[in-house]
């Protein structure tokens, strides 16, 4: 049976004393008063909002996506998603946790014949020049994804793509390119239109970071050959838990009560995600991305100045025992730290009894690698507890396709609660517009030739010219 545990007794102030952990009568003050939260969600939803949580039963996905995959990705290598933000994290996190380490380097017949997967999400011209000079055009599906049909870095990384395929296989381009957009709105539809492109739709009311159980994830998931109907399966079990248990015994809302009651009472204001799970590493990434967009805001409901929000990090562990863990362990005392485990693993490796005569070797031999991770996580939160650090543990059994689909569902329904205990709109991201225009007037986009002028005048104000250290090496 699939299983999700959340333990967290190391937040209470029995753990970490009462300057920096939480009393039962905090939690379950806090807790009780979510109920309500709970229910305004029920209603929202009753009226066609938070239309995330009602993706695991969407009608028509899962079939059309696996009827593209059957008829288009034959003789398919490369399935390489262009996207940004919410439109290439989700797909990154499903396809890493589901799919083996490595799999890119696989050969085809032990990648069950599916495709290798990228995703590009950056304009950084050495990587982007790399993929491109890597990949034979003829073999390669580009998954154009954004919901606005306008980011700029999706757009630049389609240009690239698309001349690509032109001078390999000049008319056919047409089928080596699907696009996941808005169903009406933006250029990217226009273009499907015009071109007659194969397409996926982003329901209009779901928000990029909040699409990864949209063809937005789907689509690579299931190029990749992951089971899709398993992914949202787990969702939907998920959303039926977190919609109906009461808060003490809801993951969600205990979760999003105890990172907001850490930020606002205790002054832990960073979330620092840690896997021991290399699987997860990029679920943990998705969800910085998911928790920051969401909850760092300017303006309560009321549109009052707040500014608000706990700054999400990730770590993994062990490897991060070797970088941040000093940090965690003696700087300040600002951090929550939540770490993701697997009860089993799906591969394990056996350490040989080599060099019995040296102890640095001898307590390894005949011991599983397993064995080891779960040591080191435990021998992390004891030294976290020892330096009064509060930490909790969510734990999976297993790293499936039901699993990550409840994991996630658990992540955005938590992000959802936080988004009312904070009193902010989790769904906008009015923080993200300045950075876009600057760039369109930088750029030299037409209609935006006296925000240069504007831009340029500010900054000089602000840094003039002169506060810079240059040296040669
Ligand atoms: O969550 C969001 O809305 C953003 O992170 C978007 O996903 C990101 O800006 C990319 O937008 P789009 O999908 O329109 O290209």
Not at 60 to 85: C, H, P, Q, W, Y
Not at 188 to 204: I, M, S, Y
Not at 232 to 248: I, T, W
Not at 284 to 303: D, I, M, N, P, T
Request: charged share 25%; aromatic share 6%; glycine share 8%.
């Amino acid at each position: 049976m699939a299983t999700v545990t959340i333990d967290y007794k190391n937040v209470t102030s029995n753990a970490v004393g009462p300057e920096h952990g939480l009393t039962e009568q905090e939690l379950s003050v806090r807790l009780k008063r979510s109920g309500r939260l709970l229910e305004e969600m029920a209603s929202e939803r009753a009226t066609g909002g938070l239309a995330f949580l009602d993706l695991p039963r969407q009608e028509g996905t899962v079939e059309a996506i696996g009827r593209f995959v059957e008829r288009k990705l034959d003789g398919i290598e490369n399935f390489v998603v262009l996207g940004i933000g919410g439109s290439a994290l989700g797909a990154k996190a499903v396809y890493s946790a589901l799919l083996p380490p490595f799999y890119n380097l696989l050969p085809k017949k032990k990648r069950g014949k599916s495709p290798r997967v990228f995703v590009l999400d950056n304009v950084d011209p050495e990587e982007t020049g790399a993929l491109m000079n890597l990949l034979s055009p003829k073999e390669t599906m580009f998954n154009v994804v954004t919901k606005s049909g306008e980011t700029t870095e999706t757009l630049a990384a389609m240009l690239s793509a698309v001349e690509l395929l032109k001078k390999a296989v000049g008319d056919r381009w047409r089928d080596h390119v699907v696009l996941t957009t808005d169903p009406e709105k933006g250029f990217l539809r226009q273009l499907a239109r015009r071109e007659n492109l194969a397409t996926f739709d982003v329901p209009p009311r779901v928000g990029g970071r909040f699409s990864v159980l949209t063809p937005v994830g789907l689509l690579p998931a299931a190029a990749a050959g992951i089971n899709i109907k398993e992914v949202l399966a787990g969702a939907g079990a998920m959303d039926s838990l977190c919609s109906s248990a009461a808060p003490a015994e809801n993951p969600a809302c205990v979760c999003a009560v105890i990172n907001y009651l850490m930020d606002t009472a205790k002054h832990k204001n960073v979330l620092a995600t840690m896997p021991y799970a290399y699987a997860l590493k990029d679920l943990a990434e998705w969800f910085r991305q998911l928790w920051a967009e969401s909850l760092g805001k300017k303006l309560s409901l009321e549109k009052k100045v707040v500014n608000v929000g706990s700054t999400p990090v990730t770590a993994v562990g062990a490897t991060d025992q070797h970088s941040q863990l000093q940090l965690f362990n003696e700087g300040p005392h600002d951090k929550l730290i939540v770490f993701l485990e697997v009860e089993s693993f799906r591969n394990e490796v056996n350490l040989p009894a080599l060099f019995p005569e040296d102890e640095n070797t001898a307590f390894l031999g005949g011991k599983k690698l397993s064995h080891l991770i779960r040591s080191e996580k435990r021998g992390t939160e004891l030294s976290l507890l020892e330096s009064r650090r509060p930490n909790y543990t969510i734990m999976f059994s297993e790293v499936s396709p039901r699993i990550v689909g409840a994991f996630i569902m658990l992540f955005e329904f938590m992000t959802a609660v936080a988004g009312k205990l904070y009193n902010v709109n989790t769904f906008d991201q009015p923080g993200v517009a300045e950075s876009k225009v600057a760039t369109f007037a930088l750029m030299g986009r037409k209609g935006y030739e006296s925000r240069t002028e504007d831009m340029l005048a500010k900054v000089n104000g602000v840094a003039p010219e002169g506060n810079t250290v240059r040296c040669e090496v």
